[in-house]
Each structure stands twice: as C-alpha cells, then as structure tokens.
C-alpha cells in the first residue's frame, strides 16, 4: 500500500478508523456469489485493507482469488528492484495462503508508474475474463485517505487512484467484446454482480470479520521484510495496529467495510 514508491516515505492512514454512523448505517454486503477477484496494486494492499473480508469468505467455502498490477519491486527502501520484485511476490503468496486464497497473479506493470488509461484498463480487463468472477474487489481510488475536511490529509498514491479507476472500467470492458478486440481470443465475461471498493469512509456495504481478525493480522504480518523497512516496531505490532483501524467495531462485531456498485 505504497504512498510513495519507497515504502519507508508511507505515513499510517489516519483515515482508516471510519465516521461511526457511517458504518453503523451500513448494510452487510450481498452474498449471492461465488467466485471473486481482489484487484489491487501492490503486494501488501489486500492486507493493508480487506485481508479480514477475504479470510471471513474463504471460510464459508468461497473461492477468492488475487490480481496485482506490479510486483512492488520500488517499495523497499535501499533494496533494488530486481531484489525487492521477486521478495514482495513470495511474500504476497505466503500473505494470501494465510486467508485461504492460493490463486495470485502479477501482472507485470512497473511499480510506481501505473498511469490511468487504455493500457492498465485492457490488461485488469483481461484479467477479468480469464478469472470470471462475480464479485470484483478493488481498493480506494479516490485523492486522499482522509475524509473531506480533516486536515492535514493523507495523499493516496498515484498508483492505487489509477489501479482503483481502472478496475472499475475494466469490469464493463471484460464484458464488451468490442472495446479491446486485442483480447478477443477470451470470451467477455458479463457475470460481474458486484464492484465493492475497499475504502476508509464513505462505506455503504460491510462484511462480518469478528471471528477472523487473528487471520488477517497473520497475512499482513507475512509482509515482514517490508514492514520492517517500515519502522522498528515488532512486525506483529504494526500488522495488529493497522488491521485494528481497517477493521472497527461496530454495535459489537468487527466489519470490514466496503462502498458497493452494480456491475
């Protein structure tokens, strides 16, 4: 979940903890699906935000699967890119089988330079099709971590407001067959139900995590050698913290939370 491209530069989201009524009005997230696809950036951004949903998923038998844009081979201070690719992969692996998910996909965009435009939404389209999900998962697109009004902000990435964007298109590109004809050796795929973003505020939708948080801070702690390039508190410590404020407790239960399209 890089703010920059070195993940030391990364200030912790503030905004994570959501507006209490927000969450409090929100309605649980449709079920009726059975295959989804989590759509991110980076390795670590399904942790850093919906890692707890996923786990609550698998755990019912749902089969979830991961698409990641880069590797995030600019996302460790002092360590190159040709190192840093290949650690963040095995890392990211490690991180999904710990929630249940053994399908991940790194699409080979560089880190730090995803842009939004024809090339990123043809290649999340693609991946669309050849995943056929019915629920797509993406991360938050929008400028800032920080609700309207609260200042100072947290400036959300370059890449997450391009890859979050993009994921949105890309649901109805997978579906028309005439939009990207490159790709037209895989079948359109229209069984999209559901776009839920993964977001800090404006949340309409949540899903019940109270009985998998130990699950998603095990994921997240699994990006050990970035977080420790991160900072000098213990690995757990920070993987606790942040899941905590991703996942708040709401009338008693732990929610992820979610703002949900058609489609």
């Not at 950036?41 to 699967?65: F, I, L, M």
Request: aromatic content about 6%; hydrophobic content about 45%.
């Amino acid at each position: 979940m890089e703010v920059g491209v070195v993940a030391a530069a990364r200030p912790e989201p503030a905004a994570a903890r959501w507006p209490g009524h927000t969450a409090r009005m929100a309605e649980p997230l449709p079920d009726d699906w059975e295959r989804a696809l989590v759509v991110v950036a980076h390795p670590d951004d399904v942790e850093y935000g919906c890692a707890a949903a996923v786990a609550a998923w698998t755990a019912t038998g749902r089969d979830v699967r991961y698409v990641l844009a880069t590797s995030g081979e600019a996302g460790i201070a002092g360590l190159p890119p040709e190192e840093a690719g290949p650690l963040r992969e095995r890392e990211q692996r490690a991180a999904a089988a710990v929630v249940g998910v053994s399908v991940v996909e790194f699409l080979g965009h560089p880190d730090g330079r995803l842009t939004e435009g024809l090339d990123l939404r043809r290649s999340l389209a693609a991946a669309i099709r050849r995943h056929r999900p019915h629920l797509v998962v993406t991360m938050h697109p929008g400028d800032t971590w920080t609700p309207p009004g609260i200042a100072p902000a947290y400036w959300n990435s370059a890449d997450h407001r391009a890859l979050g964007r993009c994921a949105l298109d890309a649901v109805g590109d997978a579906a028309n067959e005439w939009i990207f004809p490159e790709i037209s050796a895989q079948e359109p795929w229209r069984g999209v139900r559901w776009t839920a973003v993964s977001t800090p505020f404006e949340v309409t939708h949540t899903v019940d995590v109270t009985g998998v948080v130990d699950r998603a801070v095990a994921s997240l702690a699994e990006h050990r050698r970035y977080l420790e390039a991160l900072s000098d508190d213990p690995v757990e410590e920070q993987a606790r913290r942040q899941v905590d404020m991703a996942t708040p407790e709401v009338d008693g239960r732990r929610v992820a939370g979610f703002a949900l399209y058609a489609g």
